[in-house]
């Protein structure tokens, strides 16, 4: 079955980039999500990558793609306190029900 | 302002007692999901719709049970509650199908079982 690894915890300085990383398994994945948790709350979607592309940018946010080695990124530039959350990736194809999780990284900021 | 709304927000539950979590969406939306999530585990999927009328089981079923008479409702029910259903439950839907449309979520559900 489909499978999604994250590290658990990540921690950065405020002002630096945060690089959250990400493997999958499914190589027929068509799309890859970043959703983003803060305490108490539900999952807001933070971007997504559609499988043909390689980067997205929007604003201080980066996704790379490396669809070879099933490894996509999230950085983060100029990170601040407001950052702070669990971030998801998450994948899905056409072939699924649903979207497959990954355990979701802790982003903490030191000050 | 559209969005899913859960009820209730928390609950603390006696084991053996059933329950009922509510989610209804304004969005028109096909498909409805419900996860639940557990500290080092993520979110696993429970039970599917993918549009009113049907429904389908996720990764973690047993103990759960739900329908979908509508577009904009899909209660979760656990029969009879047990420890192990203490968890965060969320409700999330999405347009269309699988592949072509990102998950909107719930806030929502802390549900303990005691």
């Known amino acids: 079955g489909e499978d999604v690894e994250q590290s658990l915890f990540l921690s950065v300085r405020e002002g630096d980039s945060s690089v959250i990383n990400c493997t999958y398994t499914d190589s027929s994945s068509t799309y890859l999500y970043w959703y983003k948790q803060e305490p108490g709350a539900g999952l807001q979607l933070l971007t997504y990558i559609f499988s043909n592309m390689d980067m997205k940018q929007d604003q201080r946010l980066t996704v790379l793609l490396n669809k070879k080695d099933k490894h996509l990124s999230l950085r983060i530039a100029d990170t601040q306190t407001g950052d702070s959350a669990i971030y998801f990736c998450?994948?899905?194809?056409?072939?699924?029900?649903?979207?497959?999780f990954g355990t979701g990284t802790r982003l903490t900021i030191i000050p | 302002i559209a969005g899913i709304t859960q009820a209730p927000t928390s609950q603390i539950l006696a084991a053996g007692r059933r329950m009922t979590l509510r989610c209804t969406q304004d969005?028109?939306?096909?498909?409805m999901y419900w996860y639940r999530q557990d500290l080092g585990l993520g979110l696993r999927l429970i039970h599917y719709?993918?549009?009113?009328?049907?429904?389908g089981k996720g990764e973690v079923p047993d103990g759960y049970s739900v329908s979908r008479a509508n577009t904009d409702d899909f209660p979760l029910t656990l029969a009879s509650a047990v420890p192990s259903q203490t968890s965060v439950y969320f409700c999330a839907s999405r347009a269309t199908g699988p592949g072509d449309s990102p998950l909107h979520f719930g806030n929502g559900t802390r549900l303990t079982v005691t």
């Open positions: 969005m028109r939306h096909n498909a």
């Open positions: 998450a994948e899905d194809n056409f072939g699924n029900e649903k979207l497959t």
């Open positions: 719709s993918n549009t009113a009328g049907t429904t």
